[in-house]
């Protein structure tokens, strides 16, 4: 593993990681902002929280997904935006999973909408799966590696700069060289 501290491609995939993960999560937020009341029928219609706490949420997602996508573009607290953006997935997963189990006809309100299928509209839940799957190890690789290139965590001093270089102390665990 010694290798992801020190190969000169790394930084350049975690900063692609943290740009992809933060368009998906700033154009999902972005879509949902504007109509609180899709967003919170999207959360009602998996039929997984309390009417109350999916209120909530339906309110609170949009506003997490742009300040944590933001804050990977920029990389500023990226291990952190990267622990919410993994945690993110792994629930959208586990609730996508749940409605596919359950035999729920829902659109995943991902990116809008209210929860609910159109008339002859089928629910395309592997594909949702396997895409937020996929933005899960993004977000996993966000937050184990350094943040990067071009990440103000760098430029403030806040992890050692992206050089390809390891991190101070070596990789964790192990003992510098």
Known sequence: MRWLYVHPAVPWVTTVARLVVAGVLIAAGWLKIGTPGLSIQAVKAYELLPESVATAVGYGLPIIEIVVGVLLVVGLLTRWAGVVSALLMLAFVVGIASAW???????????????RLGAGQDPNYLWEILRDAGLFLLGAWIAWLPPGRFSLDSALGLVPAAGGGEPEGGEPGMSPA
Do not use: E
């Open 101 to 115: 189990a359950r035999g729920l006809r829902i659109d995943c309100g991902c990116f809008g909408g209210g929860g």
